[in-house]
């Protein structure tokens, strides 16, 4: 199949993900047929998609006229055969529970055309497992868009075991149709490529806080005064919710063992401190909105080096280019665009010096690897050495 035999997709799912998907696609022209299982869902996502053009068009964002012209070209529906039928590329966006995913796989599987791709927009469930509730599993992949997809321009293209590599290239270039940024993931593995470079950082951060090495207030004043980061790391936990990064942070302790979730972070899902929406996290909020914490100050800010974690992150962009996983220069859009920085972890290690990463890391992992799990993290990659050693670079200078 390719790009241009595309005229029928398939949303199933109208909820924070689903509806955006749905708008994106019918704005660039496809027919979208809505899935959800009832009626008010489906009303609500199609409510959303509406104000959204609404208010695009408004700023000329949009041409007027495409507002009504996108609306046309949705339809909705409660039962699933009959949303698939004519579909020549689904995306699912299920609630993120295996069983109900792969239940949906297989009924889709039966009655969605022999053509059709199956694709899942999964934070963080195997590819391979939704494939292998089908007889198409050559037809299932990953197209893992990120919240909200309307805005966010990162689209991560990812591999089930069994995979093809048009139905890969037909995902990309749709994901560039709908104006996305795609990247590959040439392998299912946790956590994809942002949020597999970008959260164990956080949770090495919560390590040292757990084990009284530093404050939440110094590591964030470090953060927020010496990289100008408005939130820093906890107060953005705090913004987020503190259960949101911990079951991030529990996924990978199922799957990458010995990564472990630091206690602090139990702690506080015990206290329900989840921060701002309780009004307790790693700071008070008095008026359960997000304020800069006044524990925080230039004179904690000199007492930890922000850039420690950033160490973390490019060790796990090495992993990733080392396994095959991704290219440097995808892993490193994955993470500019999934996380809004200014620069990839393979620039930023490039900028630093293969070298003097080495060193740091080696340093961090000599202070703090004894710690539970943390060592994995911190040690440098063999990749990183070798190519330090060699004095290469990741990109071409
Ligand atoms: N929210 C995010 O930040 C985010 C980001 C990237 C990926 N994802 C992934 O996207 C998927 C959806 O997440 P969400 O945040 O949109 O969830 P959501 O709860 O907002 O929406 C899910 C929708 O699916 C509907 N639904 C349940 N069973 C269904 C079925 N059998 N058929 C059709 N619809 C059904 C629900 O009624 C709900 O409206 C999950 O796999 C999630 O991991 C979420």
């Known amino acids: 199949m390719k790009l241009e035999d595309i005229k029928n997709i398939t949303v199933l799912g109208a909820g924070a993900m689903g509806h955006g998907i749905a708008q994106l696609c019918a704005v660039s022209g496809y ?34 006229d495409l507002v009504n012209a996108a609306m046309g070209r949705i339809t909705t529906t409660l039962d699933l055969k009959e949303s698939v039928k004519n579909c020549d590329f689904v995306i699912e966006a299920i609630p ?50 990120f919240n909200p997809p309307q805005i966010m321009r990162l689209v991560e293209v990812i591999y089930g075991d069994k995979t093809s590599k048009e139905t890969a290239e037909v995902t990309y270039n749709l994901a560039l149709k709908i104006g996305k940024e795609p990247v590959y993931c040439l392998k299912d593995i946790p956590g994809f490529l942002a949020n597999r470079v970008m959260n164990p950082p956080g949770n090495f951060l919560a390590w040292l806080v757990s084990e009284g090495i530093f404050t939440a207030a110094e590591i964030d004043s470090a953060s927020h005064f010496k990289l100008g980061n408005p939130m820093a790391n906890f107060g953005l936990m705090d913004f987020v919710g503190i259960d949101v990064g911990y079951h991030v942070q529990k996924f990978f302790e199922e799957k990458e063992p010995p990564y472990k979730v630091a206690p602090i972070l139990e702690e506080k899902m015990k206290k329900k401190e989840l921060g ?30 922000p850039m420690n974690s950033a160490m973390v992150a490019i060790n796990r962009a090495v992993q990733i280019v080392a396994d095959g996983v991704a290219s440097v220069e995808d892993v490193d859009k994955a993470v500019q665009l999934g996380f809004n920085m200014p620069f990839g972890m393979l620039q930023l290690a490039d900028s630093q010096g293969l070298d003097n990463v080495v060193k740091r890391l080696e340093e961090l992992d000599k202070k703090y690897g004894k710690i539970d799990g943390l060592h994995a993290l911190l040690e440098p990659h063999p990749l990183l050495r070798k190519k330090a050693e060699a004095g290469e670079k990741f990109y071409p200078q």
């Open 96 to 145: 993120e529970i295996l069983k109900l995913k792969q239940d949906t796989f297989k009924e889709v599987d039966a009655v969605a055309p022999k053509h059709a791709i199956l694709a899942t927009n999964t934070s963080a469930l195997p590819v391979t497992g939704m494939a292998k509730a089908t007889k198409r599993p050559e037809k299932v992949v990953g197209m893992h868009f």
């Open 31 to 64: 027919n979208v047929v809505i899935r959800d299982i009832k009626q008010e869902f489906v009303d609500s996502g199609v409510g959303k998609i509406k104000w959204s053009l609404d208010k695009l068009a408004s700023k000329g964002k949009i041409p007027a």
């Open 276 to 305: 701002v929406k309780t009004g307790k996290g790693f700071y008070e909020y008095p008026e359960k909105t997000w304020r800069v914490p006044p524990e925080w100050s230039q004179d904690k800010a000199e007492k930890f080096d």
